[in-house]
C-alpha cells in the first residue's frame, strides 16, 4: 500500500508557474506508476497527466501538453507535476494517483490509491 500527499497549490495569475509535489509514504514510490487529475467545481474528475514507475513513458491530456511537465523521483518518493504558462481554466482541485501497474493509465478508476488533493486557482 501507499498513501500519497499533494501540496504547493495556491493562487496564482494567468500566464503563471506552480510546481505540485505528490510525496508518498507506505511502500516504495518506484513500484507504482503515478499520474496527475483535476477536478474543477461541478465537473468530473479528468485525466491531466501520467508517468510509468521508470518514468520512461509519459502521456499528458491535450488541454494541457506543451504546458505541463510531469517527472518523479524515485529516491525522493515523490511525484510532481510542473505548470507552466496557467490558464484561468487550469483552476480545479488536483490529485494525484498511483497504481502498482508497469502500465501507464488514464483513467481515473484504473488507479487504487489517491491523495486529498491540492486547490489550484488562476485568475485572469
Known amino acids: 500500500q501507499v498513501q500519497l500527499v499533494e501540496s504547493g497549490g495556491g493562487l496564482v495569475q494567468a500566464g503563471g508557474s506552480l510546481r505540485l509535489s505528490c510525496a508518498s509514504s507506505?511502500?516504495?514510490?518506484?513500484?507504482?506508476?503515478m499520474g496527475w487529475f483535476r477536478q474543477a467545481s461541478g465537473k468530473e474528475r479528468e485525466f491531466v497527466a501520467a508517468?510509468?514507475?521508470?518514468?520512461?513513458?509519459?502521456k499528458y491530456a491535450d488541454s494541457v501538453k506543451g504546458r505541463f511537465t510531469i517527472s518523479r523521483d524515485n529516491d525522493a518518493n515523490t511525484g510532481y507535476l510542473q505548470m507552466n504558462t496557467l490558464k484561468p481554466e487550469d483552476t480545479a482541485i488536483y490529485y494525484c494517483?498511483?497504481?502498482?501497474?508497469?502500465?501507464?493509465?488514464?483513467?481515473?478508476?484504473?488507479?487504487?490509491?489517491w491523495g486529498q488533493g491540492t486547490q489550484v486557482t488562476v485568475s485572469s
Open positions: 494517483a498511483a497504481v502498482a501497474t508497469l502500465r501507464l493509465r488514464t483513467g481515473v478508476e484504473e488507479y487504487d490509491h
Open positions: 508517468i510509468s514507475w521508470s518514468g520512461r513513458d509519459i
Open positions: 507506505g511502500h516504495p514510490f518506484s513500484s507504482y506508476s
